[in-house]
Structure formats: C-alpha cells, structure tokens
C-alpha cells in the first residue's frame, strides 16, 4: 500500500515568504507527526494530532509556525516569514496510534529559505 | 523537559568490527524503538523493545533494554557496508509521544 507522502520535496524560497508543506499519511493512520532535522541532525519534534484531540505544540520553535490536519487525514506545516534558520528537512509521520505503534515516516520536504 | 540522550554521535568502524551505540535517559520509558535513516533517507523502524531487560536479535543486530528501562543499546556483530546510515533510539514516555535521540551515525569503511 502507499506510504506516507510528502510534497513538496524540494522547496526553495526567498527569507520573507511563506510556505506551506504538505503530509498524506497512511490511510486509517490516526496519529501524525510533523518533524525538522536540520543537516547532520537529530529529529527535532515540532507537532502531534492524535484523532480529533487538540495537538500537542509544544515542540514548535516559534508562533511563525503552525500545523492543521483536515479531516483526520492530510496536514499542512504552515511557516509564515520564513527565515534562514528554517531551513532544514521537515519530516512527517504517521501511526496506528495503538499502544506503542512504530512511526511511518515519508521522504520529507527539503526546505530551503535564501 | 524529557530528553532521550545518545552517544556516540558518530562512529567509524572497519568493516566486520562491530558497533554499538547507547541511548539514556533520567526517566523510565514506556517502550523504546529503534529506526535507521540511510544517507539521504527517511527514517525506518528497526525494532521495538517494551519488557526490562528485553533482548531482541535480528540477525546481525541485537537490541537491549535495561532492567531500569531507562537505557538501551543497539549492537552490530561484524559490520557490512550496507549497515551504514545513522541509528535513533526514540522513546516513549507516556502516551504516544515519541523523544528521538540525537543519532549515531555509522561509517563502514571498506
């Protein structure tokens, strides 16, 4: 079956703008994750929908970033004035949400802000 | 705030040494799993380990979880070439979320 798909998987855009990224996670999956991993880094949280229960922001790094998921399904990591220092991999991931399901990650985004 | 740590951050191994790489953390875990990402790759599961002191093998690698369930270590016998990429632990507190640890990542050299 289809993964987890992401678009776009290459971004470049200029400091100032405002982009939006997209996740498709894996039909019947109600957990999904959103990620950045700057170059040579770990994966830093940024986000976390679990059905229809208000997310967890707690790992987004400043109020310029935002995440929706509609219907359940496709989410959108909305970063508004981008900055250099946004640029990184964005990463998303989805889960069956059972108790201690693995993490089905896409290919990512690569965001690139000049 | 919960934080899973990894060490080593990088590893350079000859082919056919082995490799182990440590995660820790100051509060137990619920579970742990293990992921790889190959260069320029997303990461995949490897493995999950729930019980204290668990010990799971997949054919050249053997996963540990500690009696504590606060630490755990992935060993690579005899490393290949295509055991390179960089190895997380990511554990789970409580509920469903996920603390990745920092990666170790691996070079094989030939």
């Known amino acids: 079956g289809a993964g987890v798909s992401q678009s776009p998987s290459n971004k470049v855009t200029e400091k100032g703008k405002d982009v939006e990224l997209r996740c498709d996670p894996i039909s019947g999956h109600t957990a999904l994750y959103w990620y950045r991993q700057s170059l040579g880094q770990g994966l830093e949280f940024l986000i976390y929908f679990q059905g229809n229960s208000a997310p967890d922001k707690s790992g987004l790094p400043s109020d310029r970033f935002s995440a929706e998921r509609t219907g359940g399904s496709v989410s959108t990591l909305t970063i508004q004035r981008t900055q250099q220092e946004d640029s990184a991999v964005y990463l998303c991931?989805?889960?069956?949400?059972?108790?201690?399901?693995?993490?089905?990650f896409g290919n990512g985004t690569r965001l690139t802000v000049t | 705030g919960q934080q899973v740590m990894q060490i080593p951050q990088y590893q350079h191994v000859q082919e056919g040494e082995d490799f182990t790489t440590y995660c820790n953390s100051s509060?137990?875990?619920?579970?742990i799993q293990w992921y790889k990402q190959r260069p320029g790759g997303h990461p995949v599961f490897l493995i999950q380990?729930?019980?204290?002191?668990e010990v799971k093998k997949q054919k050249r690698l053997t996963f540990q979880f500690g009696e504590a369930k606060k630490n755990s270590s992935l060993h690579i016998t005899a490393t290949q070439t295509t055991d390179v990429g960089t190895y997380f632990c990511?554990?789970?507190?409580?509920?469903?979320?996920?603390?990745f640890g920092t990666g170790t990542s691996l070079t094989v050299i030939p």
């Open positions: 380990l729930v019980k204290s002191g």
């Open positions: 990511a554990g789970v507190f409580t509920g469903n979320q996920f603390y």
């Open positions: 509060t137990t875990l619920s579970n």
């Open positions: 991931a989805s889960s069956l949400a059972l108790v201690w399901s693995p993490l089905h």
